[in-house]
């Protein structure tokens, strides 16, 4: 699965929504579908411009049409509820009866609007189905429809595999399943909370592999993002190095997987050696924190240090993880262009001396 070009560079999927992006898709409602979707397409437009100009290999459509990253689900299937989390009051998207297929195909809408507007490659992302059992199955009200977690995340399997086969015959370049679930077992503190955190990691990798189970014709990709409790850019993540999770994400029956490596507690970049050699490394080398823009001599530098124990041509470039992580995240998408500019100028710089 090699890439034709060193170094490719793209985003990890989401990207700042405007506040007039926010105003349409809160308030769908007020226009008529038909104007909806000429105003959504032409600020998806603007996005995907955006990454152009910035200069990037791989693009996407930002994630905006997608109320939720991970809310999607609910356009895929029936058998979901919109309540109100009662922690926080903010939009909770919760499973209270049995799925069944409602819009296979919304994802891969995303990509063919997308071809229409580009030619350069594109990305699309997908929930894990574990991560959709952590945020949308509660013991309560889902327990009529799924007395366990496992039951839910089970039937998530074939609502997302056949969205994955539709966006393979789109003609997607990359599918990324995102699992920041996965990836809460680097931490010593999460795994101290579970009976038994391996077995929980494996029952992850187990869902995803049954997901891209004999798909072929497209790469396949998992996120491991260190945010999974966080709902908005700057708020607490997990701590720890990779290791924890190696036996795990070798198990993985993917051809790419994409890592932080700009936060603090990341661990150390010689955890590449233990992974499987036929891995691309979506190397995490520009920080998404706001107000943090790294120089393209800081990402050039993170790279190298990568380059220590992983050929060149198995490493993309890209961001920690998504721009915009939930319906709270603020950032600003002028930020987000210098970012990614700087992501480019080093990508550059690294195929004069590796070319």
């Not at 003609?171 to 391996?198: E, T």
């Amino acid at each position: 699965m090699a890439t034709d070009i060193l170094f490719p560079t793209s985003v990890v999927g989401s990207m700042p929504r405007p506040d007039y992006v926010k105003d349409l898709i809160n308030d769908e409602a007020a226009a008529s579908p038909d104007e909806y979707r000429r105003l959504m397409r032409a600020a998806v437009e603007s996005v995907v411009a955006l990454q152009e100009c910035a200069g990037l290999d791989v693009v996407t459509d930002g994630e905006w049409w997608r109320k939720s990253y991970i809310g999607v689900i609910a356009e895929l299937a029936h058998g979901f509820e919109l309540a109100r989390n009662p922690a926080d009051g903010r939009p909770w998207t919760i499973v209270v009866d049995r799925l069944a297929p409602k819009q296979p195909g919304f994802i891969a809408q995303e990509v063919k609007l997308v071809k229409e507007l580009t030619h350069r490659r594109i990305k699309a992302t997908l929930p894990s189905p574990a991560l959709l059992g952590e945020r949308m199955w509660d013991p309560v009200r889902s327990a009529k429809a799924y007395p366990t977690r496992e039951a839910f995340v089970r039937d998530c399997v074939p609502i997302l595999r056949r969205e994955l086969e539709l966006l393979r015959d789109e003609g997607v370049w990359i599918v990324q399943i995102d699992d920041p679930h996965l990836c809460l077992f680097v931490d010593r503190d999460v795994r101290a909370g579970y009976d038994d955190a391996d077995r929980a990691a494996d029952f992850d990798v187990d869902m995803v592999n049954q997901v891209v189970a004999g798909i072929e014709g497209v790469r396949l990709a998992v996120h491991l993002c260190r945010r999974a409790g966080a709902r908005a850019r700057g708020e607490a993540q997990f701590q720890g190095g990779y290791d924890p999770i190696i036996r795990q994400l070798n198990a993985l029956r993917v051809h790419h997987l994409t890592m932080e490596f700009t936060a603090p507690g990341s661990g150390d970049m010689a955890v590449f050696r233990q992974l499987r050699e036929d891995f691309e490394i979506g190397l995490g080398c520009v920080s998404c924190a706001p107000g943090v823009i790294d120089s393209a001599d800081d990402i050039y530098a993170r790279v190298e240090l990568a380059i220590k124990h992983v050929a060149p041509e198995r490493i993309t470039l890209n961001p920690d993880c998504g721009f915009a992580p939930g319906s709270a995240a603020a950032a600003s998408i002028d930020e987000v262009y210098q970012k990614l500019k700087n992501e480019v100028a080093a990508a550059r710089r690294l195929r004069d001396k590796y070319g």
